[in-house]
């Protein structure tokens, strides 16, 4: 089992950034790629950034160039910095974890992770 606690969300205007962390606890191990997720009100849960056990990063177009996914191996902690946020950013964002059994394009993609975090909820006004 694997805990997850995100945290660093909150409120922003628009050119803004914000910086997400996320804390994993348990069955921590190095051979686990993580990523983090968004869902916006009405909308399916979609991958924003992941990060392979070896460091190997994927991003969806929306956000390249703009967020940078990184992590502490040492401390256990996930990181998403998010500069030039727009409005369209804004929602509830999650981090997951799990093995990795793909590349960290496809994890995303088919959203393969067992264990997610509570999520943080990111808010960019205009």
């Known amino acids: 089992q694997v805990q997850l606690v995100e945290s660093g969300g909150g409120s922003v205007q628009a050119g803004g950034s914000l910086r997400l962390s996320c804390a994993a606890s348990?069955?921590?191990?190095?051979?686990?790629?993580m990523g983090w997720f968004r869902q916006a009100p009405g909308k399916e849960r979609e991958g924003v950034a992941g990060?392979?056990?070896?460091?190997?990063?994927s991003y969806a177009d929306s956000v390249s160039g703009r967020f940078t996914i990184s992590k502490d191996n040492a401390k256990n902690v996930l990181y998403l910095q998010m500069n030039s946020l727009k409005p369209e950013d804004t929602a509830m964002y999650y981090c997951?974890?799990?093995?990795?059994?793909?590349?960290?394009?496809?994890?995303?993609?088919?959203?393969?992770?067992?264990?997610w975090g509570q999520g943080t909820q990111v808010t960019v006004s205009s």
């Open positions: 348990g069955s921590v191990y190095r051979s686990n790629c």
């Open positions: 990060i392979a056990s070896g460091g190997r990063t």
């Open positions: 997951a974890a799990d093995r990795e059994v793909d590349t960290i394009a496809t994890m995303m993609r088919r959203r393969l992770f067992r264990y």
